[in-house]
């Protein structure tokens, strides 16, 4: 079992920043790699980022330039750094944890950008 606890959540301005942090704790080995998701009110949980254990990551077109995943391995830590954000961007944001049969997801976290 994989247990993740997001934080870093918050109203922020448009234009403005924050960073949502994960943390991982369990039968964390054998995690292959770690992501974002949101959803919007009425929408459908949509990719945002993922790191691999390697440090390669991938974006959705809708963030690239403006967020930056990371991880710190000695704290079993991923980070999403979102900069620039645009109401748009509001939604309750998942952390999801990936190993081959199995995946695992936070409680979530609300990002909310006002105009």
């Known amino acids: 079992q994989v247990q993740l606890v997001e934080s870093g959540g918050g109203l922020v301005q448009a234009g403005g920043s924050l960073r949502l942090s994960c943390a991982a704790s369990g039968s964390i080995f054998s995690i292959n790699a770690m992501g974002w998701y949101r959803q919007a009110p009425g929408g459908q949980r949509e990719f945002v980022a993922y790191i691999t254990k390697g440090g390669s990551t991938v974006y959705a077109d809708s963030v690239k330039g403006r967020f930056t995943i990371s991880r710190d391995n000695a704290k079993n830590t991923v980070y999403l750094q979102m900069n620039s954000l645009k109401p748009e961007d509001t939604a309750v944001y998942y952390c999801?944890?990936?190993?081959?049969?199995?995946?695992?997801w936070g409680q979530g976290t609300q990002v909310t950008v006002s105009t």
């Open positions: 999801k944890a990936m190993r081959v049969g199995d995946n695992y």
